[in-house]
């Protein structure tokens, strides 16, 4: 579980005393791959990114998905935030674990995004959707707007990736 805030870039991780208001984002690791939740994690990156100031102007956007669907990507494109991409030199593999969230500098008002653990993966084998499913309903409670990334190969299909976890989502 990381405790610390990671830096514009993954090849550097600073520590609390070292971010300042012209970096452009700070992320930290919510949930861990085990659903437990990093509650110092959360209030070193609450101080750190002046979480306070915002008041009850902020907004929480997150993202769901099949692994390695580009969600980590989008976030970054969209938002300018720092979560880890997968390396396709390697393959597909699980890059996202559990639930990481950071907030945006720039983006008023407060912008605070969420990046889920793909869900589909072969990490967590085919019978273990219990995490997906928690970790999808904590984003709909807590989320102003759920992005769902799919593939496009998937859409009206009957036995498409993530049509269980979307009939739990939606019912």
């Known amino acids: 579980m990381s405790d610390v ?28 791959g085990d ?28 993202i769901m998905g099949p692994q390695s669907s580009g969600k980590s990507t989008l976030l970054n494109n969209l938002f300018s935030t720092n979560f880890r991409e997968m390396d396709a030199f390697k393959g597909r593999s699980q890059t996202t674990k559990g639930i990481w969230m950071a907030r945006c500098a720039g983006i008023e008002p407060c912008t605070i995004v969420m990046d889920l653990e793909g869900t589909d993966g072969r990490e967590r084998g085919e019978d273990d959707t219990a995490f997906e499913k928690q970790s999808a309903l904590f984003a709909l409670a807590v989320s102003d707007i759920v992005l769902i990334n799919m593939w496009c190969h998937d859409i009206g299909r009957e036995q498409a990736a993530n049509k269980p976890l979307l009939k739990t989502v939606f019912q």
Not at 22 to 32: G, K, P, V
Not at 42 to 62: H, Q
């Open 5 to 32: 805030c990671v830096h514009v870039s993954w090849d550097w991780v600073g520590s609390i005393d070292e971010w300042t208001d012209s970096e452009t984002c700070c992320s930290t690791q919510l949930i861990d």
């Open 35 to 62: 659903g437990v939740f990093n509650a110092s994690g959360i209030d070193k990156f609450m101080k750190e990114v002046k979480l306070g100031e915002c008041g009850l102007s902020y907004a929480v956007v997150s």
